[in-house]
Nanobody, 116 residues
Framework: QVQLVESGGGLVQAGGSLRLSCAAS????????MAWYRQAPGKQRELVAG???????NYADSVKGRFTISRDMAKNTVYLQMNNLKPEDTAVYYC??????????WGQGTQVTVSS
């Protein structure tokens, strides 16, 4: 099993920045992809950004050029640097770990609120 603990959410004005962290523990050697998802009120959960064990990244079109996903292998932590935040980025952000055979784990979520 994998345990994920997120931190770093909060309230920020439009144009501001936040950095989310996701610390992984447990069977981390079996993780294929780490990703950030978000879910706004009344909307489906959506992929924001992902990073593979090989370091390849992908982003939702809505965050390209503003968000950066990265990882610190020594700390077993994945980060999401969010710049130039917009009110539409307001959501609960979840960390996700993708393992073989479609096994997945989720963090508890962290609220990001962007005021206009």
């Amino acid at each position: 099993q994998v345990q994920l603990v997120e931190s770093g959410g909060g309230l920020v004005q439009a144009g501001g920045s936040l950095r989310l962290s996701c610390a992984a523990s447990g069977s981390i050697w079996s993780i294929n992809v780490m990703a950030w998802y978000r879910q706004a009120p009344g909307k489906q959960r959506e992929l924001v950004a992902g990073i593979t064990t090989g370091g390849r990244t992908n982003y939702a079109d809505s965050v390209k050029g503003r968000f950066t996903i990265s990882r610190d292998m020594a700390k077993n932590t994945v980060y999401l640097q969010m710049n130039n935040l917009k009110p539409e980025d307001t959501a609960v952000y979840y960390c996700n770990a993708d393992l073989p055979y479609r096994e997945q784990y989720w963090g508890q979520g962290t609220q990001v609120t962007v005021s206009s």
